[in-house]
T-cell receptor, first 114, second 109 residues
Framework: DGGITQSPKYLFRKEGQNVTLSCEQN?????MYWYRQDPGQGLRLIYY???????QKGDIAEGYSVSREKKESFPLTVTSAQKNPTAFYLC?????????????FGDGTRLSIL | KNEVEQSPQNLTAQEGEFITINCSYS?????LHWLQQHPGGGIVSLFM???GKKKHGRLIATINIQEKHSSLHITASHPRDSAVYIC???????????FGEGTQLTVNP
């Protein structure tokens, strides 16, 4: 079955470390997205990519970096510059034809600081 | 004020009850989405609509563009419907989804 795979499900980071969250999709979607979810807040867009080798900052990109070397993969790196990284991170994808196409979501990665 | 407001924030119902979750938005949109997030965190898209009404099983979504309001109804609710329901809009002026904070629904047996 096609879908989005995020790994790991739980991730722990020490202060000052960079960590990379994986997102892989086999839906042949052009566009991929990273969201952050905090308690009591709606999902916020970190980065998105509409095509391979291109990506754009979302609303809260500071302290994060991404790459899109392959269509099926869109890893997110949480750098030490992100001051409050503890959150639930969701990856999504859809067809490039529009942001108004339904997005398919992964099961998320919960990041905690040790 | 958030551009997308959902009510109520929390809702507890007894099995079999008819449930309504509301979503109001203050921006121009091209489409509105209803999403379901289960306790494990994964999100499923339930509906995408730009006018009128859509039905899937016991779920019904309606939208009134003039009033900038949408509702999600669940008929004959069941404990397995317990989840967070999220409203999101595609703004006509932007290129990204704007999300509401979600409604936590608990259906007791």
């Amino acid at each position: 079955d096609g879908g989005i795979t995020q790994s790991p499900k739980y991730l722990f980071r020490k202060e000052g470390q960079n960590v990379t969250l994986s997102c892989e999709q086999n839906l042949n979607h052009d566009a991929m997205y990273w969201y952050r979810q905090d308690p009591g807040q709606g999902l916020r867009l970190i980065y998105y990519s509409q095509i391979v080798n291109d990506f754009q900052k979302g609303d809260i990109a500071e302290g994060y970096s991404v790459s899109r070397e392959k269509k099926e993969s869109f890893p997110l790196t949480v750098t030490s510059a992100q001051k409050n990284p503890t959150a639930f991170y969701l990856c999504a994808s859809n067809n490039r034809d529009g942001f108004d196409q339904p997005q398919h979501f992964g099961d998320g990665t919960r990041l905690s600081i040790l | 004020k958030n551009e997308v407001e959902q009510s109520p924030q929390n809702l507890t119902a007894q099995e079999g009850e008819f449930i309504t979750i509301n979503c109001s938005y203050s921006v121009g949109i091209s489409a509105l989405h209803w999403l379901q997030q289960h306790p494990g965190g994964g999100i499923v898209s339930l509906f995408m609509l730009s006018s009128g009404k859509k039905k899937h099983g016991r779920l019904i979504a309606t939208i009134n563009i003039q009033e900038k309001h949408s509702s999600l109804h669940i008929t004959a609710s069941h404990p397995r419907d317990s989840a967070v329901y999220i409203c999101a809009v595609d703004q006509t002026s932007g290129s990204r989804l704007t999300f509401g904070e979600g409604t936590q629904l608990t259906v007791n047996p």
